[in-house]
C-alpha cells in the first residue's frame, strides 16, 4: 500500500529565504506528482505535477523534482513571501488502473515578515 | 478551480439523520472523486466515479454511498449520519490527459 511522508510538519522561515519542501512515497509505481496549496478553510489549489517520465517541473518562484527510483520528490520555493504561508501537500497516484490518488499530510508553512 | 461547485458549505445535523452533499461540475470532466479531510488522516478518498453511473469505492467508503445521473452532477449520500463523519468533505473532478486533480472549495459537515 503506497504511503506518502511529508517532513517537516510544519516550517517557520523568515521573508526572503529559498526553501525546500520534502515528499517521499513507498512505492515507486507511480503515474504522477502533483503538489497542492491550501490556505487555512480552504480548498487545494494545484500547484505542479511532475508525470512519472520527467525529472521537475516550474511555474514561477516553484520548481519541483521528481527522483522516482528513491520515492522522493522535493517542492523549491524561491525568495519566500509572506503570501506563501499555507499547508503544502503532495499527492502520487499509481500507475495501475483505478488507483486513488494518495496524500501526505501536508507541511504547514510561516513565512514571517 | 474548473468550474466546481459545492454545496452545501456548512451543514451541522444530528446523529442518525441522511444527509446529502452535492458536487457539481460545468466542464463535463468525466472523472469525479469525494474526499474527507482530517486532522491527523490528511485527505482520503470516499468514492469516486468515471462516468455516468459508473462509481466505485475508495478508502473509506463504509457509511457512504454516491451517485451520478449526470455527468455535472456526484452526489454523496450519508445514510445515517454518525459523530464520526464529522469532517470536511472535497470534491475534485480530473482532467483526463494528464490527471491533474482540481478541488471545489469544500463543506464543513458537523454531526452532534
Known amino acids: 500500500k503506497q504511503e506518502v511522508t511529508q517532513i517537516p510538519a510544519a516550517l517557520s522561515v523568515p521573508e526572503g529565504e529559498n526553501l525546500v519542501l520534502n515528499c517521499s512515497f513507498t512505492d515507486s509505481a507511480i503515474y504522477n506528482l502533483q503538489w497542492f496549496r491550501q490556505d487555512p478553510g480552504k480548498g487545494l489549489t494545484s500547484l505542479l505535477l511532475i508525470q512519472s517520465s520527467q525529472r521537475e517541473q516550474t511555474s514561477g518562484r516553484l520548481n519541483a523534482s521528481l527522483d522516482k527510483s528513491s520515492g522522493r520528490s522535493t517542492l523549491y520555493i524561491a525568495a519566500s513571501q509572506p503570501g506563501d504561508s499555507a499547508t503544502y501537500l503532495c499527492a502520487v497516484l499509481g500507475n495501475s488502473g483505478n488507483t486513488p490518488l494518495v496524500f501526505g499530510k501536508g507541511t504547514r508553512l510561516s513565512v514571517i515578515a | 478551480d474548473a468550474g466546481i461547485t459545492q454545496s452545501p458549505r456548512h451543514k451541522v445535523t444530528e446523529t442518525g439523520t441522511p444527509v446529502t452533499l452535492r458536487c457539481h461540475q460545468t466542464e463535463n470532466h468525466r472523472y469525479m472523486y469525494w474526499y474527507r479531510q482530517d486532522p491527523g488522516h490528511g485527505l482520503r478518498l470516499i468514492h469516486y466515479?468515471?462516468?455516468?453511473?459508473?462509481?466505485d469505492k475508495g478508502e473509506v467508503s463504509d457509511g457512504y454511498s454516491v451517485s451520478r445521473s449526470k455527468t455535472e452532477d456526484f452526489l454523496l449520500t450519508l445514510e445515517s449520519a454518525t459523530s464520526s463523519q464529522t469532517s470536511v468533505y472535497f470534491c475534485?473532478?480530473?482532467?483526463?490527459?494528464?490527471?491533474?486533480?482540481?478541488f471545489g472549495p469544500g463543506t464543513r459537515l458537523t454531526v452532534l
Open positions: 475534485a473532478i480530473s482532467l483526463e490527459y494528464t490527471d491533474t486533480q482540481y
Open positions: 466515479s468515471y462516468g455516468v453511473k459508473d462509481t
